[in-house]
């Protein structure tokens, strides 16, 4: 029943946003603003390729640069955080300027990546890469820390080797941690991707936004923008269950 009230709500307030969407939409510029009406025709002609051919081959390409970035994020993440967080030294040096890299707009990096790697697919998996490193490294760093040390010294009297603690006790004990800063990355990394395709981009999904705002194809535009809403949400909802199911996983 619950549920069921839940749903209605946001049917209700969906509603309500696209009612006041239309209205404003029909009182202001029509070369600007689109209402929903206009922007459902549109999406039709967007889904069966009739506006957008290539729009299989950008979306494809969009979502292999996530991947590939969001892996070499992970891998990097991974590596730096365990290293920094198994080292106590190695972290109280290092971790407070990893922090505060974090902390820099990220925006201010993708120039000099795009002049360096050019307007393909490179400078946006190396800024989704960006975006998606510090949050996964910053989580195995604080993951670790929370570990309880009682544990690990209760592992060690046992006769448990050092690999043996790390899996069994470690891991288990800072996985929810771990899954939370990897579903973060993996939302910074789609962000980072689709902004550096927006920003300079010879394709992908940012490529045919921009193009579309270009020529004020304001209609083609919010298509095209619901599409990248629904890969940025899909991804999102995976995550979200992979942390479901790790958090069932502790707690059992």
């Not at 081959?57 to 969001?70: D, F, K, W």
């Not at 195995?140 to 929370?146: D, E, M, N, S, T």
Request: aromatic share 8%; net charge positive.
């Amino acid at each position: 029943m619950r549920a069921g009230r839940i749903a209605l709500l946001r049917l209700a307030i969906l509603a309500a946003a696209l009612a006041a969407w239309e209205a404003a939409a029909r009182a202001a510029s029509p070369l600007l603003y689109v209402p929903p009406s206009a922007v459902v025709p549109a999406l039709g002609r967007l889904l069966t390729l009739e506006s957008y051919p290539d729009l299989p081959a950008s979306l494809a390409l969009t979502v292999r640069e996530i991947a590939v970035a969001y892996g070499l994020a992970i891998a990097a993440g991974l590596a730096c955080g365990f290293a920094l967080g198994l080292n106590r030294l190695l972290g109280r040096a290092f971790g407070p300027i990893l922090a505060a890299l974090y902390a820099v707009p990220a925006v201010v990096w993708y120039p000099s990546l795009m002049l360096f790697f050019g307007l393909d697919a490179a400078s946006k998996i190396a800024f989704g890469f960006l975006l998606g490193f510090f949050p996964i490294a910053l989580a195995v760093l604080a993951g670790i820390r929370q570990v309880s040390p009682q544990l690990v010294t209760v592992a060690r009297a046992f006769g448990a080797r050092p690999p043996t603690v790390f899996v069994k006790v470690m891991v288990p004990a800072m996985l929810f941690t771990l899954v939370g800063g990897l579903r973060t990355g993996l939302a910074l990394t789609v962000v980072g991707v689709i902004v550096g395709e927006i920003l300079g981009s010879k394709a992908g999904m940012g490529a045919l936004i921009n193009h579309a705002y270009g020529l004020f194809r304001t209609a083609d535009y919010v298509a095209l923008v619901l599409v990248t809403v629904a890969l940025v949400v899909a991804s999102d909802a995976l995550a979200s269950l992979v942390e479901r199911r790790a958090g069932r996983w502790t707690e059992s």
